[in-house]
């Protein structure tokens, strides 16, 4: 399969409740990080906490090119693990962003 090589991020931002926040970060960490760099496309995760407001947490997984985001995200490819994290999410929303080509200057 042939994937158009331009740069993007998937940004995932998450709301959970406080008893439910060591949880989510032992998951990202130990579990969640490792399987998402493992695949193809993937080649960076940064996680942020936010100082103030919600959503709490933002994910910029960088990827190699856009289509990368497709395989492994949810859906029929979610882990029961991964669906089990999920279910404390109070909200969440997920955005794949490519990087503009600018007409050189």
């Known amino acids: ?3 158009a090589r331009r740069p993007a ?9 406080e008893e439910d926040v060591d949880e989510l970060n032992r998951w ?3 579990e969640h990080r490792p399987e998402k760099l493992s695949l ?13 407001g919600a959503p709490k947490f933002l994910a910029i997984y960088e990827l190699e090119y856009p289509d990368a985001a497709s395989g ?6 979610a882990t029961r693990r991964m ?4 279910t404390t999410w109070k909200r969440w929303d997920r955005s794949v962003w ?3 080509e600018l ?3």
């Open 98 to 100: 490519v990087e503009l």
């Open 72 to 77: 492994g995200g949810g859906g029929p490819d």
């Open 9 to 17: 991020v998937l940004v995932v931002t998450v709301e959970v409740a």
């Open 28 to 30: 990202y960490e130990e």
């Open 1 to 3: 399969m042939t994937h």
């Open 103 to 105: 007409p050189p200057s």
């Open 83 to 86: 669906e089990e994290v999920m």
């Open 40 to 52: 193809p496309g993937y080649v960076g995760l940064r996680r942020f906490r936010a100082s103030d």
